[in-house]
């Protein structure tokens, strides 16, 4: 009789354990189906173009909360991406572009007949650009690392190539700054600004 009482503990003692997998079974499916769901919906929004862009005004923005880029492939087939940061002030207290960065390869992102993809995945956080034409294929990563101001550019080519960088400083002219009447560049700026100091402890 004893022994016949512990055989039923250990039977209902596995049912509920093989019931208790099973719940874990289901909650895991469950969350498995949750998670491709939500993927697939967020995939639905990705930004998607299929031809270069003329200027920075056709560019993708992409940044961590503080190192930002707005990224681009202009006609002629150079990657191209504005670089900003969020303690980039300026004298007249705009946040400033630091400069643009042009990337060059030996075979161009972008020429008449290449098949032309351009994404932002906003699962990933990364801009994937790719081309490809009969003789050459390449294939772009771009993103911003969300720990440090690190700008990651990984390119890939079917065959071997050079790729030109180079930093363009675009801000060399004079441009007229909100609420004065004159033109300045950041230099002019400052030498106003330090001229007005040097007056103000002159009169005290």
């Known amino acids: 009789m004893k022994q016949y009482k512990e055989l039923r503990a250990m039977r209902k003692t596995t049912?509920?354990?093989?019931?208790?997998?099973h719940c874990l079974t289901c909650l895991s499916?469950?969350?498995?189906?949750?998670?491709?769901?939500?993927?697939?919906t967020l995939e639905r929004y990705n930004v998607v173009w299929t031809?270069?862009?003329?200027?920075?005004?056709?560019?993708?923005?992409?940044?961590?909360?503080?190192?930002?880029?707005?990224?681009w492939v202009e006609p002629g087939?150079?990657?191209?991406?504005?670089l900003s940061k969020s303690d980039a002030?300026?004298?007249?207290?705009?946040?400033?572009?630091?400069?643009?960065?042009?990337?060059?390869?030996e075979e161009p992102l972008f020429r008449e007949g290449t098949v032309f993809k351009q994404e932002l995945d906003l699962e990933s956080g990364c801009i994937s650009i790719t081309s490809m034409n009969r003789e050459h294929q390449n294939s772009v990563?771009?993103?911003?690392?969300?720990m440090q101001a690190v700008v990651n550019v990984e390119i890939k080519g079917s065959k071997k190539f050079r790729a030109e960088v180079a930093?363009?400083?675009?801000?060399?002219?004079?441009?007229?700054?909100?609420?004065?009447?004159?033109?300045?560049?950041?230099?002019d700026?400052?030498?106003?600004?330090?001229?007005?100091?040097?007056?103000?402890?002159?009169k005290s």
Not at 89 to 105: F, P, S, T, V
Not at 141 to 146: E, V
Not at 167 to 186: D, N, P, V
Not at 189 to 202: E, F, S, V
């Open 29 to 40: 499916c469950g969350t498995e189906k949750a998670e491709t769901k939500n993927q697939d």
């Open 51 to 71: 031809t270069p862009s003329k200027d920075q005004n056709g560019s993708m923005p992409i940044g961590n909360g503080d190192l930002a880029a707005n990224v």
């Open 89 to 105: 002030w300026g004298g007249g207290q705009q946040n400033l572009k630091l400069g643009r960065i042009r990337i060059r390869l």
């Open 167 to 187: 930093l363009e400083m675009w801000r060399t002219q004079g441009a007229r700054l909100y609420g004065e009447g004159r033109w300045h560049t950041a230099l």
């Open 141 to 146: 990563l771009f993103w911003i690392d969300a």
């Open 15 to 21: 049912s509920i354990i093989i019931a208790a997998l």
């Open 189 to 202: 700026r400052l030498k106003d600004l330090q001229g007005q100091r040097a007056m103000a402890t002159q």
């Open 77 to 82: 087939g150079d990657l191209v991406f504005y």
